[in-house]
């Protein structure tokens, strides 16, 4: 082995935790300090190059102002779902690296003295894919900006949905939409959007490009499917920067990209703005839409373990036990119907009807 591969080797090793690292775009070696002071934007390339939830936090955020929501909040394994490895030792290491509970932090803080809500996506947590957790402090995080009237940023980077937990992650991408929806039509607030890369699949289906302003980093990789499935589908060749930030801006899908440096000044210059929009209601939802806070999570705990323990006491069912409570009224409602019993019985047969259909026109 020659001395310089050696050399080569070595500072490939030092990489990760070292003081050194290697644009992956231009191959410029760069000192980390530096790139940090430079928010992570290569000196001879100028590619953005990956950033920490914390790092877009403290570039963001005034300091010292940062209340942050459900810290605690970590998903189970509701599939048991296994491939080389067991989808909650993922999540353990994952937790152990980041030293993050999910892929995204949420919270409310000051941009240059502006309240907002902002959510903050970590790609570098399981490829910042979407989850329950994800979808559920995204939503809470909405809601909360809808009763306050907060304007509410969120900084996408994500691989999409996370598969380990199928559909339940799938749904996430409706859930954090419809809440958005009550948050920009009925209490007229403002969301901006803003695009790191890479933001793909689910993300990008969702709330990524429901943005009243949608903003994104230069070259940053924006799509729904990869570049191979899409080529291999139309049978066609894609351009050089398709699914690039620029491509879309120039097919009018984002507003305005963005340099890091400029981004804390860009948002504050249209947040500023928009503080004094005749069209917001701040604050005033209406009547159908009125949101419950959430339990904090003691009293949730706490309720959690009253049901566990009287289910298994008396045997009764759930519908009794949640009627003592008075915060779950719409549960109450929804298994008020379901426990309708002449319902239940037209809703199977109907399911039967169906299933007995359905295999018909399969044979099966
Ligand atoms: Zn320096
Ligand atoms: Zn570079």
Not at 122 to 146: C, H, P, Q, W
Request: proline letters at 4%; hydrophobic letters at 40%.
């Amino acid at each position: 082995m020659s001395i310089l591969s050696w050399i080569e080797q070595k500072s490939f090793e030092e990489e990760e935790g070292g003081l050194w690292t290697r644009c992956y775009q231009c191959g410029a070696v760069l000192y980390i300090k530096h790139l940090k002071e430079n928010h992570h934007v290569c000196f001879a390339c100028d590619s953005h190059l990956q950033m920490t939830s914390r790092e877009r936090l403290q570039s963001l955020i005034d300091p010292g102002t940062w209340q942050p929501f459900d810290e605690t909040l970590s998903s189970i394994d509701p599939l048991n779902f296994y491939d080389q490895k067991s989808y909650v030792s993922r999540l353990k290491d994952a937790q152990f690296q980041t030293g993050l509970q999910d892929s995204v932090i949420t919270g409310t803080g000051l941009l240059e003295g502006i309240p907002v809500a902002l959510g903050i996506m970590d790609f570098n947590f399981m490829g910042g894919s979407m989850g329950s957790v994800v979808g559920e402090k995204l939503t809470r995080l909405i809601e909360y900006a809808t009763c306050e009237g907060l304007m509410l940023i969120l900084v996408c980077a994500s691989g999409g949905a996370r598969m380990h937990e199928g559909i339940l992650s799938l749904m996430q991408m409706a859930k954090i939409s419809a809440a958005l929806n009550v948050y920009q039509n009925k209490a007229h607030l403002m969301y901006i959007a803003v695009l790191t890369s890479p933001t793909t699949g689910g993300v990008t289906a969702s709330f990524a490009m429901l943005g009243d302003l949608i903003l994104a980093e230069p070259n940053a990789l924006i799509g729904f499917a990869g570049r191979r499935v899409i080529e291999q589908t139309l049978q066609e060749k894609l351009p050089e920067n398709f699914q690039t930030a620029e491509y879309l801006l120039e097919h009018g899908l984002l507003d305005l990209i963005i340099s890091r440096e400029f981004f804390k000044p860009a948002l504050f210059e249209i947040l500023s703005f928009y503080k004094d929009a005749p069209l917001k209601i701040q604050g005033k939802i209406p009547k159908n839409f009125m949101l419950k806070r959430p339990l904090n999570l003691l009293t949730e705990e706490k309720f959690r373990r009253q049901l566990d323990v009287e289910k298994k006491k008396k045997k009764i069912y759930i519908k009794q036990e949640i009627t003592q409570i008075p915060d779950l009224n719409f549960s109450k409602n929804i298994l008020k119907k379901i426990n309708n019993l002449p319902q239940q019985k037209k809703f199977t047969e109907f399911n039967q009807k169906i299933f007995q259909s359905f295999n018909q026109f399969y044979n099966f």
